[in-house]
């Protein structure tokens, strides 16, 4: 077997078996690389191979699987998608549109993270050790709450107070309307988190309720 270099760039050109009559440097080896492309021929006559080359497209290779494996698993869950939709039209009991969307997210999470992994490799090894797989640590934490599960992180007792309240209180009233027609309460929202611990400054909710209010629900 013989290798094939380039005499000005010294690059590997191709590769022959028996009888070469063509132009360029002609050293013989005993088997043919897996990849010719990241060959040289040194000054010395010594065969080089550019490990950063080979690193550069283990590394977009990998990605680009990672990628088709994550797009696999979104697909995969359009139906489920059009399945939750159909159930909350009919208002049926089961898996939730937010649900499957929380689903995807982590999906996509999971891709940014091995990509991540990939690009952080040192070698063509540690390239390849990286495998796509959705972890809990790529499931995000829900911020956003419909109105009615904000409302229902309230006792009746605190709902009773802040109502009652609010007949005497102008601010605490529009809040409280805010809360009651919004489409969706973001506990990080700084008028969120001010208008919650507003309550437990004023006493209508127990100390402590404020930080428990504003926890993010556990994913499930």
Do not use: Y
């Not at 540690?126 to 709450?145: G, K, N, S, W, Y």
């Not at 009615?148 to 992180?153: A, S």
């Amino acid at each position: 077997m013989k290798l094939i270099f380039d005499e000005a760039t010294r690059a590997c050109i191709g590769a022959v078996e028996g009888p070469w009559h063509g132009g360029g440097l002609v050293v013989e080896v005993d088997a043919l690389p897996d990849d010719l492309s990241i060959l040289s021929l040194s000054d010395e006559g010594e065969i080089v191979a550019d490990e950063t080359v080979a690193l550069a497209r283990a590394k977009t290779a990998r990605i680009a699987e990672i990628k088709r494996q994550a797009a696999g698993l979104i697909a995969a869950l359009q139906w489920r998608i059009e399945r939750a939709e159909e159930r909350d039209r009919l208002g049926l009991p089961g898996e939730t549109v937010e649900e499957v969307f929380l689903e995807r997210e982590a999906i996509r999470r999971a891709s940014n993270r091995c990509e991540a992994e990939v690009e952080a490799a040192l070698d063509v090894q540690a390239v390849q050790a990286v495998q796509f797989a959705v972890t809990e640590a790529d499931r995000a934490i829900p911020q956003r709450l419909t109105r009615l599960e904000f409302l229902r992180r309230f006792t009746d007792e605190e709902m009773q107070s802040i109502v009652a309240a609010a007949d005497t209180s102008p601010a605490l009233k529009a809040a409280l309307l805010k809360w009651q027609t919004a489409e969706g309460i973001v506990l990080t929202d700084p008028a969120t988190v001010a208008g919650v611990q507003a309550l437990e400054i004023a006493g209508l909710i127990a100390p402590g309720r404020a930080e428990a209010i504003l926890t993010p629900p556990n994913p499930t």
